[in-house]
């Protein structure tokens, strides 16, 4: 049955591509919700991007007919912007009518009456609006276009019991994958295998698409970081695969996501010069005027947010240091420095800047680049919506390889638009997970310290 669907600004702000994803329906926005989208248009961040990029895709809609009367979209239905029916009559008097929400509420519901019996719902990202829509007898409905079922993500492994025969055959150089598993896998998906007739007897192995194989860079060391549990591992092979041009890890504080991607974009970065720069990008929430209100240059605006990034390459460097100092010394528990360092960490990330080899940047000025010969580090990846995480997707260049991590729970969410099952980070790793040039990993342990795990696991 063919429904009415109405659109609350937020939808669009959310994809501003939505208009496409309802099929044959009918597509209604109210003129109210234009008036928003032209007020969000100037917003810094990903709010007033969004609102500009729904209007780009209305007026290229509106070329193929009126928007007042309708036009027909290739998908069968149409789209309209409804310029009447502000009716309050219907509404109670506890809601206040010069809110556009309850503008958009008295539209609905006036069509709701007009148009029955053909079903009229509501679709809106917004809870307040959503439980005020319920309560006067509006169907509501979340935008389920790009939402992800958080409980079967996909997490990169699997764990499996095969015969001894078979795993000796894969550390001999790798397996070929027959009968149901081969169904079950996506191309470097990770297997935890254990033998059935030998106790101890186990290995953790990469499906490359055809064969099982051993891991490859499990051992080695990138600026002096090493994996020490099982899914970091995973992550490690993925990293440092020059075949995976897209990796994205997911896991709670404390697992290891950023200074791992740190620590391999160092070394292929500035040890061995498998790329020419590192570009450490992360989104800025909340979206909006923020970052404005900040003196300096671009890079002394982002400072603040690029917290993570600076972290971890002071913890490197201070691990370099201790390294060195434990050779020099001995094996003594406790290290103290020799001697001061002779730059910060601003000072170390400054001198790459300036040769260009480190960049950090926030979306607001990746539109119309091209990376290539590049490793991108996208950060706070569940902070971004799956329009902004293509976006990010689009900027490969040849020689590119670009990281995605994250935690896609919801109270690490701040962004109004997305929520755990419809962020950026699970939608791309849902949709990106059948290609031979994608890996994904989810980390479980958290490695940060006794008290992070007891946070992490207990509140």
Same mark, same amino acid.
């Given at each position: ?5 109405? /659109? ?38 990903? @709010? ?20 007042? &009367? ?41 069509? +709701? +009456? ?26 509501? *409905? ?18 499996? &019991? ?28 990770? /297997? ?25 860079? *499990?051992? &080695? ?10 899914? +970091? ?32 974009? /160092? *070394? ?16 800025? #929430? ?11 240059? &671009? ?16 913890? /490197? #460097? ?32 400054? +001198?790459?800047?300036? !040769? ?8 607001? !000025? ?59 980070? @699970? ?33």
């Amino acid at each position: 049955m063919v429904k009415n669907f109405i /659109l609350d600004t937020n939808v669009m702000i959310h994809d501003p591509m939505c208009f496409y994803k309802f099929e044959d329906n009918h597509i209604i926005i109210p003129i109210i919700c234009i008036e928003e989208l032209d007020h969000l248009k100037k917003r810094e961040g990903i @709010v007033g991007y969004h609102a500009r990029c729904a209007a780009r895709e209305l007026s290229n809609i509106r070329k193929s007919g009126s928007l007042s &009367e309708g036009v027909v979209l290739e998908s069968g239905g149409t789209l309209r912007i409804e310029l009447n029916h502000m009716d309050f009559s219907d509404l109670p008097d506890g809601l206040d009518i010069s809110k556009n929400d309850t503008k958009i509420l008295a539209v609905t519901k006036k069509l +709701q +009456q007009l148009c029955a019996p053909t079903p009229t719902i509501l679709v809106t990202k917004d809870l307040y609006m959503a439980i005020k829509g319920d309560a006067i007898g509006i169907e509501i *409905q979340d935008y389920q276009n790009d939402k992800i079922d958080s409980d079967d993500l996909y997490k990169g492994y699997m764990e499996t &019991e095969m015969v001894s025969r078979d795993i000796d055959a894969i550390y001999a150089g790798g397996l070929v994958v027959k009968g149901a598993l081969k169904d079950q896998l996506f191309p470097n998906e990770f /297997l935890h295998i254990k033998s059935l007739d030998r106790d101890s007897h186990e290995i953790i192995a990469r499906y490359d698409g055809e064969r099982i194989v051993p891991l490859k860079y *499990q051992n &080695e060391v990138s600026w002096g970081l090493s994996p020490i549990n099982r899914e +970091q591992k995973m992550a490690y092979e993925l990293l440092m695969n020059p075949d995976i041009h897209f990796v994205s890890i997911s896991g709670g504080a404390g697992s290891g996501k950023t200074i791992m991607a740190t620590a391999v974009a /160092l *070394q292929k970065v500035i040890e061995q010069g498998t790329y020419r720069k590192i570009v450490f990008v992360r989104p800025v #929430v909340p979206a909006g005027n923020d970052i404005g209100y900040l003196p300096g240059t &671009e890079e002394e605006k982002l400072r603040p947010w690029m917290g993570s990034f600076y972290d971890a390459i002071e913890s /490197l #460097v201070d691990q370099k240091i201790i390294k060195k100092q434990k050779e020099t010394m001995g094996k003594g528990r406790h290290m103290v420095y020799t001697e001061k360092p002779e730059f910060s960490v601003d000072d170390f990330i400054e +001198q790459y800047r300036k !040769y260009g080899v480190i960049e950090t940047k926030t979306f607001t !000025y990746m539109r119309g680049r091209t990376l290539s010969d590049a490793l991108v580090i996208v950060d706070e990846a569940q902070e971004i919506t799956p329009h902004l995480a293509k976006l990010m997707l689009t900027r490969a260049g040849f020689g590119s390889k670009f990281v995605f991590i994250g935690d896609p729970s919801d109270n690490q969410i701040d962004n109004v638009l997305v929520d755990a099952k419809s962020n950026g980070l @699970v939608y791309t790793i849902e949709k990106m997970k059948p290609f031979t040039l994608t890996g994904h990993i989810s980390l479980k342990q958290v490695e940060r310290s006794p008290l992070a795990k007891i946070a992490e696991q207990s509140m």
